[in-house]
């Protein structure tokens, strides 16, 4: 699943270098979803069961959290990167990037250049 995330970000415009929502935001929803599913008053007595343990509520409930916390998650992070933008902005210009950040924002190159 998160190949494949990974795969649709490659064909947009998005910019996510590091994968974060690949790594963090399709594997936070994938665990939360399946605690939905097996979770066992066995392992944890004060909780409850999940769908395997004949409780599929537990699974309704936790994909409304999840659809919650990405809902949520988006609307922040849009209003971060427009406050960040209108105060230093997002991009560094193409010369900058053609040079190398290293150098730009450190004044050192990160690898020895030949």
């Given at each position: 699943?998160?190949?494949?995330?990974?795969?649709m970000?490659?064909?947009?415009?998005?910019d996510?270098?590091l994968?974060?929502?690949?790594?963090?935001?399709c594997?936070?929803a994938?665990?939360?979803?399946?605690?939905g599913v097996?979770a066992?008053k066995?392992?944890?007595?004060?909780g409850?069961?999940g769908?395997l343990?004949?409780?599929?509520k537990?699974?309704?409930?936790?994909?409304?959290a999840?659809?919650?916390?990405?809902v949520?998650?988006?609307?922040?992070?849009?209003?971060?990167?427009?406050i960040?933008?209108?105060?230093m902005?997002?991009?560094?210009?193409?010369?900058?990037?053609d040079?190398?950040?290293d150098?730009i924002?450190?004044?050192e190159?990160a690898?020895w250049?030949?």
């Amino acid at each position: 699943m998160c190949n494949f995330i990974v795969m649709m970000m490659n064909r947009t415009r998005l910019d996510d270098t590091l994968d974060v929502f690949a790594c963090h935001g399709c594997g936070g929803a994938l665990g939360s979803l399946l605690t939905g599913v097996f979770a066992s008053k066995l392992i944890n007595p004060g909780g409850n069961d999940g769908l395997l343990f004949g409780n599929p509520k537990q699974l309704g409930l936790q994909t409304l959290a999840v659809v919650v916390c990405a809902v949520w998650a988006f609307v922040m992070t849009v209003v971060l990167l427009k406050i960040v933008d209108k105060v230093m902005g997002l991009r560094v210009t193409p010369e900058e990037e053609d040079m190398g950040l290293d150098i730009i924002e450190h004044g050192e190159y990160a690898f020895w250049v030949d």
